[in-house]
């Protein structure tokens, strides 16, 4: 279904907002207990590559997510996205937080070498941003499309999970052709699964 792209940006924009209402320590709180529920997307005696993110500030996640997914038992291995002048995304090796470096756009990224764009196809799991996502997967990102190009390489069967904050899953999200659907939600108050 081909919606019109202003529906999009009054979504985004809403949501958006809603987030830099929060305090300092409601996105403390959340972040946390978000951290915390990283175990539930890892099975026991994984040894898992997880693509993942380092999180804008109000992101869902915090600046901390690289360090604590890569303390998560059953990670072997995090991947983190590095935004190539086409906006498609490269892939490099988390190496510690000493090893992120400021980039465009206000992100940080690795500077290990670099994967190219196929790095996500070696991955067990991948951990994606979003704005919000609805119950039939249907992912609303920032609008750049780097996610959408990155998530068509997944290789099938792989879980793509959507951090979000509580109130971010919503009934429905205009959808366009090149959007990508996530298999599920990450949240503070827990993890829901999107059949289909």
Do not use: N
């Not at 951990?127 to 609303?140: C, H, M």
């Not at 750049?144 to 951090?163: C, E, M, N, Q, T």
């Not at 509580?166 to 999107?194: K, T």
Request: hydrophobic share 45%; charged share 20%; with cysteine.
């Amino acid at each position: 279904m081909t919606t019109p792209v202003p529906a999009k940006r009054e979504l985004r924009a809403a949501v958006l907002a809603a987030r830099r209402a929060l305090t300092p320590a409601a996105l403390d709180e959340a972040d946390t207990a978000l951290a915390a529920r990283l175990p539930e997307l890892v099975a026991r005696g994984a040894a898992l590559t997880v693509c993942a993110y380092v999180p804008m500030v109000g992101e869902p996640g915090g600046p901390g997510l690289p360090d604590r997914l890569a303390a998560t038992p059953g990670v072997a291995r995090v991947l983190l996205p590095v935004l190539r002048p086409d906006r498609d995304l490269d892939w490099a090796a988390y190496a510690g937080p000493e090893s992120l470096v400021p980039a465009a756009f206000g992100l940080r990224e690795p500077t290990g070498p670099r994967l190219g764009v196929t790095g996500i196809t070696t991955a067990d799991l991948v951990l994606v941003p979003a704005v919000a996502v609805d119950r039939s997967g249907t992912r609303l990102g920032r609008g750049g499309g780097s996610y959408d190009r990155a998530l068509a390489r997944v290789r099938g069967g792989v879980p793509v999970i959507a951090l979000l904050y509580d109130g971010e899953l919503l009934d429905g999200i205009p959808a366009e052709a090149h959007d990508q659907r996530v298999h599920g939600a990450l949240m503070p108050s827990g993890l829901r699964r999107i059949p289909g």
